[in-house]
């Protein structure tokens, strides 16, 4: 009838099932399939083949979506951005949510705790989970189980690191380094600089400030007079952290 679908044949396919009606062909997954108990003759009004090619469509967004929830736990916001302008968005999220494959509040925590391990602070966590559109008030009740003495442990751990690494270096610039290196890492500036001045820094600089200050005497020695070379040398080691009565030594060290 005219307005009747009728199924004229199901065939199995490597991915899902080839329906041929009378009025065209379709590639059916099998949960739809069994969801309506479609079989070879079975004839459908056209408002109920609508309804059933809905929950087809709904079906193959939700399964495509399950396989990109297969790489990794996703937020809302990042299940919107893969569907795009797929239709049953709003649909498919609750599904998942129902079925407990996305849940915002569990994969922030996961998130910090990842980020934690890796030594992040609060500030970079935060940050994250903020460009994968988390909420506030969630970001603020995971954020407080991060703890402010786990955030001087791993202060404390990155410097005594840092520190042991660049020993060569004089005190200001490890220091320099190393704030800036925590200030990427999401601390605080005023925790940051409060460990900073309580920690006790090893300087084994002698030898690089004598390499630092030839390297500069050799660059220069032929094209200024002798008080610009010491003012360009003086100005460039200073720059680059050393005390000045340290400079001053090894200066008058090179003119002996």
């Known amino acids: ?24 062909t379709y590639l059916f997954d099998e949960d739809t399939l069994i969801q309506h108990t479609l079989s070879k003759n079975k004839t459908i009004s056209k408002k109920e ?6 929950d087809l469509a709904f079906n193959k967004n939700f399964n495509r979506t399950i396989q990109y929830l297969k790489y990794g736990m996703r937020s ?21 949510q ?27 966590i935060r940050q994250k ?16 189980e991060y703890k402010e003495n786990e ?30 290196k925590l200030l990427r890492n999401g601390f605080d500036s005023s925790t940051i600089l409060s460990i900073l001045n309580k920690t006790v820094f090893v300087d084994e ?17 032929n094209k200024l007079n ?9 100005a460039a080691l200073l720059n680059k952290g050393y005390s000045y009565a340290k400079i001053k030594d090894a200066w008058e060290q090179l003119q002996s």
């Open 76 to 96: 809302v916001f990042e299940i919107r951005k893969y569907l795009k302008e797929e239709t049953h968005i709003e649909k498919i999220i609750f599904k998942l």
């Open 205 to 221: 600089s002698d030898e690089q400030l004598m390499k630092d200050l030839n390297k500069i005497w050799l660059r220069y020695e």
């Open 49 to 54: 083949f609508d309804r059933i090619m809905e």
């Open 226 to 234: 002798q008080t610009e070379l010491k003012q360009k040398v003086y």
């Open 1 to 24: 009838m005219e307005n009747e679908i009728i199924i004229e044949s199901i065939t199995k396919k490597k991915k899902g099932y080839t329906v041929k009606t009378n009025e065209g």
């Open 129 to 144: 989970l903020l460009q994968i559109h988390i909420e506030n008030s969630i970001i603020e009740a995971v954020m407080q």
């Open 151 to 180: 955030q001087i442990n791993i202060i404390e751990k990155q410097i005594d690191q840092a520190s042991k690494q660049n020993k060569i270096l004089p005190v200001a610039k490890q220091k320099q380094k190393i704030y800036q």
């Open 98 to 124: 129902q079925l407990g494959y996305v849940d915002d509040g569990r994969l922030a925590r996961l998130k910090m705790d990842y980020y934690y391990r890796q030594g992040k602070g609060p500030n970079y």
